[in-house]
């Protein structure tokens, strides 16, 4: 699966953030740039580690083949959102996972605005990287957007809220304040649904992210 032939592969995670964040993505791991009298840095924590630590998700059934599957279907998701994707790259069985995203975006105006661009909290000192952030037609807020290509956890929707809280930190927000969550499940099949979460449930789903923040981090724990 690749990018369309052409184009620059240079920005593909252009930073769109105060902070100047960035993401390997291969390591996953975040790090900060030189600046304020201080050198260069990694981020010791992610929105992911704190809600894996905390015991909110079930890791028990993941597998090193379920993570590759993901990483590779958001990839083609993240490349269709930008325009970029080479189509006859797709694996077959990617395939559903793209037409479900696309009949989503078809059926309810959703438009993109920064597609996985990472983002980091100074005050939390953690980093995160969502999917997507946009908005649906009508709405005066933005919205963070979450692929999934398995089963959405409950606890989606702390991970939503701690993605609201950080980007409303590090990004320009302009007018617009980002409010909105919503959380994607795309099937294999081409079928997807989705679940837009109450914004009067994002202040206590966010001091519910924060508790689990101040738990103390394992000792293999990694963004």
């Not at 902070?19 to 050198?39: F, I, W």
């Not at 995203?101 to 105006?109: K, P, V």
């Not at 980093?127 to 956890?153: E, M, N, Q, R, W």
Request: net charge negative.
């Amino acid at each position: 699966m690749g990018r369309a032939e052409g184009k620059d592969m240079s920005d593909h995670k252009a930073v769109a953030a105060s902070s100047g964040v960035t993401l390997d993505s291969k390591g996953h791991r975040y790090s900060l740039p030189e600046g304020q009298g201080q050198a260069a840095r990694p981020v010791a924590i992610s929105v992911s580690s704190v809600i894996k630590r905390s015991g909110m998700i079930d890791t028990t059934w993941f597998t090193a083949q379920g993570a590759e599957n993901g990483t590779r279907r958001h990839q083609v998701i993240e490349f269709d959102g930008e325009g970029d994707l080479e189509e006859s790259s797709v694996d077959p069985s990617d395939r559903g996972y793209l037409d479900g995203h696309r009949a989503f975006i078809e059926a309810t105006g959703w438009s993109s605005i920064y597609i996985e661009r990472p983002i980091y909290s100074a005050k939390w000192e953690c980093g995160a990287c969502p999917d997507d952030i946009g908005s649906f037609p009508g709405d005066p807020y933005l919205t963070v957007l979450d692929s999934k290509t398995g089963s959405v956890a409950y606890a989606t929707r702390y991970q939503l809220a701690a993605y609201v809280r950080i980007a409303n930190e590090d990004y320009y927000g302009g007018s617009r304040v980002i409010l909105g969550r919503c959380a994607l499940r795309l099937q294999g099949n081409g079928s997807y649904g989705y679940i837009k979460y109450h914004i009067r449930d994002l202040r206590k789903d966010t001091e519910k992210f924060e508790a689990a923040l101040a738990l103390p981090p394992t000792k293999k724990e990694t963004p």
